[in-house]
């Protein structure tokens, strides 16, 4: 293998290396993304219901247990 092969190839390691930490550094970001709009989400749907009950509402159907409980 020529030296010219090598430096080749360790350029090319080189690269993807760099490209796993990057999209690493993405899936990361997208992680904790994802929690603050689950939690924002989970908010507004707790703030929803309670504006439902206030209404005089009853019990959102997706809080009530099935009948067969």
């Known amino acids: 293998m020529s030296t010219d092969e090598i430096t080749r190839m360790q350029e090319e390691i080189a690269h993807l ?3 796993v930490d990057d999209l690493s550094d993405t899936v990361i ?6 929690a603050t ?19 005089g509402g009853t019990v959102p159907l997706a809080d009530r247990k099935p009948p067969h409980w």
């Open 17 to 19: 290396a760099r490209a």
């Open 29 to 34: 970001r997208q992680e904790r993304e994802i």
């Open 37 to 55: 709009l689950t939690r924002r989400l989970e908010m507004l749907i707790e703030r929803a219901a309670e504006q439902e009950l206030a209404e």
